[in-house]
């Protein structure tokens, strides 16, 4: 059974840091891409980055401020996320892409306010 647990998600005040991952399980995980994808309070899902075998891919309103990378021997997907603003508030979700999302983990809430 695939199963992707996000952690770290918090409270942070604007322009702080902070480093959210995730951990996987049940499949090969070198396979696949890996994707982080946010939802705001009360707005639809929005893709954040992907790391695939050719290379990394962020957003425009994340990018310069995170950085995702991957530990293939850990089975962990982590997304470091500097200079929060308020805009990134919101639950961030880890999924498997594979010619799509196909598996979510249950999300991290990250929360940035003064």
């Known amino acids: 059974e695939v199963q992707l647990v996000e952690s770290g998600g918090a409270l942070v005040k604007p322009g702080g840091s902070l480093k959210l991952s995730c951990a996987a399980s049940g499949f090969t995980f070198s396979y696949y891409a890996m994707t982080w994808v946010r939802q705001a309070p009360g707005k639809g899902l929005e893709w954040v980055s992907i790391?695939?075998?050719?290379?990394?891919e962020v957003a425009d309103s994340v990018k310069g401020r995170f950085t995702i990378s991957r530990d293939n021997a850990k089975n962990t997907h982590d997304l470091q996320m500097n200079s929060l603003n308020a805009a990134d508030t919101g639950v961030y979700y880890c999924?498997?892409?594979?010619?799509?999302?196909?598996?979510w983990g249950k999300g991290t809430l990250v929360t940035v306010s003064s």
């Open positions: 999924a498997r892409f594979n010619h799509g999302i196909d598996s």
């Open positions: 790391i695939h075998s050719g290379g990394v």
